[in-house]
C-alpha cells in the first residue's frame, strides 16, 4: 500500500483520475512546523513506549502541493539529500500506517506508536518538520539516515525507513518500536539497580558506542532518555539526531553546542570545536555513576554552574591541559582557585572496580577516557559479581515514562524559578 504520485513536470498540478478500487485516504500529515533539525530536547524524542490508551489518531485533509516523485518513487529532494543510501529502502507512504498514540514531543519532531498496515508491525514514526524544505533542515534530516544507513548492531536503534507523504513539506523516519527507556525505568525503580543489571546496562551500551566509534560515528547526545530498552532488556542507543561522522586522523571543525548540560564535557563547555569519541565516553561515564549514584551526580542549570560541578568532582584542569587544548572560554570559565579531585572519596560505596573505571571515563583530559572498547575489557566487567543477561531484567507494564518526564521536568522548572525567588 504506498502513495499514488502525482507526476509534474512543468510545475503545475495535473489532474489523476480517481482510483475507484478503494476509497481515497487522506494524508496523515498536518501543517509543516518551522524547522526540522533533529536535535531532541530534554526529555528526548525516542522510539519507545507509550502511555494511555490506543486510539488512532484522526488524519487530517492535506493541503498544499503534491509530491514530484523520482522514477525510484521518493521525492528528488530527498534523493539529492541522501543520494545512493535511499536505495536500501522501498519507498513508503504515511498512509500506509495507522497512528496509535504519541509517545514523545520535542521542539523540532514528534514520535508516534503506529502499526504498519502492510506487515501489521508496531513501530515509532519519527514526524521530521520543515519549514519549505529548508536547506539547513533538510541538512540535518538526511545526516541522521546516512549515520544509521551506516550503523548495524544489536545496542544500535534500527531505522526501518523513510516515509514520505502527498505533501512536499513532510517526512517520517521509520524506527523498530522500543516500550522503555532507561531513563523512565529509573525512575520506577527509584534509582535503585542492583551490580548486575548496572553492568548489563553499561555492557550493551558501550557495545553500542564501541560500533558507532568504529564506524567514525559521533553520538554526540547520550543520556538516559536516549538510551531505549524492549521488553526482553536490551538496550539501543536512539536519537541520532547530532549525531555526525568524523575522521579521527584530522582534526575538524564541529559545533560544541551538542549534548544534553549535565552530560556534557568538559571541553565542550571551555569551547571546543574540534573534539572526538572522549565527549561520548563522558556521557557514558556520567550515566554509570548516575545508575549506582541513584540520580544525576552533576545537575547543573547553567553552563557556568555545570563546569563548576565538574572542576568540584573530577579536579580543575591542570596548567598543561591549558596549555596543550588552547580552548576558548579558557579565560573565561577557568576557576580562580584548584579544586582537587574527589571522585573515589565522593563515590566511595560504590563496588571497587567501577572506581576505576569511572575516574578513566571522567578524565578531564579526552584523550585520558580510552575507548569504549578498553572500557568493555576493565575489571569493572571482569569482577564478580557479572553483569546480569538482558532478559533477566526486571519486566515493566506499559511505560508511563512521557508522563514521568513531563512531571520531572515541571519539577525542576519549579525549583529552578523557586531558588531565583529566593534570591532576589
Known amino acids: 500500500m504506498g502513495c499514488i504520485p502525482t ?29 526540522a533539525t533533529a536535535a531532541g530536547s530534554e526529555g528526548g524524542e525516542s522510539a519507545r ?26 521525492p528528488p529532494w530527498l534523493v539529492a539529500a541522501v543520494g545512493h543510501a535511499i536505495g536500501k529502502f522501498v519507498p513508503r507512504c504515511a498512509d500506509s500506517f495507522r497512528k496509535l498514540a504519541k509517545i514523545g514531543e520535542g521542539t523540532y519532531s514528534n514520535v508516534y506508536k503506529a502499526r504498519d498496515l502492510v506487515t501489521g508491525k508496531t513501530v515509532a514514526l519519527k514526524k521530521v518538520r520543515f519549514d519549505n524544505l529548508e536547506a539547513e533542515s533538510i541538512k540535518f534530516m538526511a545526516r541522521e539516515i546516512l549515520v544509521l544507513t551506516r550503523l548495524n548492531h544489536p545496542n544500535v536503534i534500527k531505522l526501518e525507513g523513510p516515509v514520505t507523504s502527498r505533501m512536499s513539506s513532510g517526512l517520517y523516519l521509520a524506527f523498530e518500536y522500543m516500550e522503555h527507556d532507561l531513563s523512565g525505568i529509573a525512575a520506577r525503580q527509584n534509582g535503585k539497580f542492583t551490580e548486575p543489571q548496572v553492568k548489563c ?33 536490551n538496550l539501543k542507543i536512539a536519537d541520532f539526531g547530532l549525531a555526525t561522522f568524523y575522521d579521527p586522523e584530522r582534526k575538524q571543525v564541529m559545533t560544541n553546542r551538542v549534548v544534553t548540560l549535565w552530560y556534557r564535557a568538559p571541553e565542550l563547555l571551555l569551547g571546543a570545536t574540534s573534539y572526538g569519541i572522549g565527549i561520548d565516553l563522558w556521557s557514558a561515564g556520567c550515566i554509570l555513576a548516575e545508575l549506582l549514584y541513584g540520580k544525576p551526580i552533576m545537575p547543573g542549570r547553567t553552563e557556568v554552574e555545570q563546569l563548576h560541578k565538574i572542576f568540584k568532582l573530577c579536579g580543575s584542569p591542570s596548567e598543561a591541559y591549558w596549555n596543550k587544548f588552547k580552548l576558548p572560554n579558557a579565560n573565561i570559565f577557568k576557576p580562580p582557585q584548584p579544586y582537587a579531585r574527589c571522585i573515589a572519596e565522593t563515590f566511595k560505596d560504590f563496588p571497587p572496580s567501577a572506581l576505576p573505571l569511572l575516574e578513566t571515563l571522567l578524565s578531564i583530559d579526552p584523550d585520558e577516557r580510552g575507548t569504549a572498547t578498553t572500557a568493555l575489557n576493565s575489571e569493572f566487567f571482569a569482577a564478580e559479581p557479572h553483569a546480569c543477561e538482558p532478559s533477566s531484567l526486571p519486566k515493566y507494564p506499559p511505560s508511563k515514562e512521557m508522563d514521568l518526564k513531563l512531571i520531572k521536568e515541571k519539577t525542576r522548572r519549579l525549583v529552578f524559578f523557586h531558588s531565583i525567588f529566593l534570591s532576589a
Open 7 to 35: 507526476i509534474i513536470s512543468d510545475g503545475r498540478r495535473r489532474a489523476a483520475a480517481p482510483d475507484k478500487r478503494r476509497p481515497r485516504r487522506s494524508s496523515s500529515e498536518g501543517e509543516a512546523p518551522p524547522h
Open 201 to 233: 546496562y553499561m555492557r550493551q551500551l558501550l557495545s553500542g558506542l564501541e560500533h558507532c566509534h568504529n564506524h567514525d560515528v559521533l553520538h554526540r547526545d547520550i543520556k538516559c532518555s536516549n538510551l531505549l530498552i524492549d521488553n526482553e532488556g
Open 49 to 74: 513506549g507509550a502511555p494511555g490508551k490506543e486510539r488512532p489518531e484522526p488524519e487530517p485533509r492535506p493541503a498544499g502541493r503534491f509530491v514530484v516523485r523520482s522514477p525510484q518513487g521518493w
